[in-house]
Protein backbone atom coordinates (compact mmCIF):
# COMPACT_ATOMS: atom_id res chain seq x y z
CA UNK A 1 0.00 0.00 0.00
CA UNK A 2 1.20 3.19 -0.64
CA UNK A 3 1.72 6.44 0.94
CA UNK A 4 -1.14 7.93 -0.56
CA UNK A 5 -3.50 4.84 0.89
CA UNK A 6 -2.27 4.35 4.08
CA UNK A 7 -3.42 8.22 4.88
CA UNK A 8 -7.18 7.59 3.65
CA UNK A 9 -6.71 4.09 5.84
CA UNK A 10 -5.92 6.85 8.78
CA UNK A 11 -8.60 9.58 7.88
CA UNK A 12 -11.13 6.85 7.15
CA UNK A 13 -10.78 5.56 10.53
CA UNK A 14 -13.34 6.93 13.50
CA UNK A 15 -12.72 6.89 16.68
CA UNK A 16 -14.86 4.41 18.95
CA UNK A 17 -16.93 7.71 20.67
CA UNK A 18 -17.86 8.65 17.11
CA UNK A 19 -18.34 5.02 16.06
CA UNK A 20 -20.57 4.67 19.21
CA UNK A 21 -23.06 7.81 18.71
CA UNK A 22 -23.30 6.98 14.90
CA UNK A 23 -24.49 3.31 16.01
CA UNK A 24 -26.77 5.03 18.75
CA UNK A 25 -28.34 7.07 15.63
CA UNK A 26 -29.07 4.37 13.50
CA UNK A 27 -30.66 2.69 16.15
CA UNK A 28 -32.61 5.16 17.32
CA UNK A 29 -33.94 5.45 13.33
CA UNK A 30 -34.77 1.54 13.23
CA UNK A 31 -36.14 1.88 16.60
CA UNK A 32 -39.06 4.37 14.71
CA UNK A 33 -39.63 1.49 12.20
CA UNK A 34 -40.35 -0.63 14.55
CA UNK A 35 -44.74 -1.61 14.23
CA UNK A 36 -45.73 -2.82 17.88
CA UNK A 37 -48.51 -5.31 17.40
CA UNK A 38 -52.32 -4.34 18.81
CA UNK A 39 -53.67 -4.68 22.24
CA UNK A 40 -56.22 -7.20 21.47
CA UNK A 41 -53.63 -9.23 19.33
CA UNK A 42 -51.16 -9.31 22.41
CA UNK A 43 -53.72 -10.65 24.25
CA UNK A 44 -54.76 -13.17 22.01
CA UNK A 45 -51.51 -14.71 21.42
CA UNK A 46 -50.93 -14.89 25.35
CA UNK A 47 -53.95 -16.88 25.92
CA UNK A 48 -53.04 -19.22 23.20
CA UNK A 49 -49.77 -20.00 24.61
CA UNK A 50 -51.26 -20.45 27.91
CA UNK A 51 -53.69 -22.47 26.76
CA UNK A 52 -51.68 -24.68 24.63
CA UNK A 53 -49.45 -25.28 27.57
CA UNK A 54 -52.13 -26.06 30.06
CA UNK A 55 -53.19 -28.27 27.04
CA UNK A 56 -49.39 -29.95 26.69
CA UNK A 57 -49.07 -29.95 30.46
CA UNK A 58 -52.60 -32.22 31.08
CA UNK A 59 -51.30 -34.31 28.25
CA UNK A 60 -47.85 -34.80 30.09
CA UNK A 61 -49.63 -35.29 32.90
CA UNK A 62 -52.15 -37.49 32.08
CA UNK A 63 -49.38 -39.96 29.94
CA UNK A 64 -46.88 -39.62 33.45
CA UNK A 65 -49.81 -41.31 35.30
CA UNK A 66 -50.71 -44.13 32.93
CA UNK A 67 -46.39 -45.33 32.65
CA UNK A 68 -46.19 -45.02 36.62
CA UNK A 69 -49.46 -47.42 36.60
CA UNK A 70 -48.30 -49.73 33.45
CA UNK A 71 -44.51 -49.98 35.14
CA UNK A 72 -46.03 -50.10 38.65
CA UNK A 73 -47.60 -53.50 36.85
CA UNK A 74 -44.98 -54.63 35.59
CA UNK A 75 -42.61 -54.30 38.66
CA UNK A 76 -44.96 -56.35 41.00
Known sequence: M??????????????PITQ??????????EAKKI???GKRQVLMSSLMV????LFIGAYLGLLDIIYN??????VK
Open 35 to 37: TWA
Open 20 to 29: GIRFLKEVRV
Open 50 to 53: ILFS
Open 2 to 15: GEVGKQKAVEGRES
Open 69 to 74: FLISLL
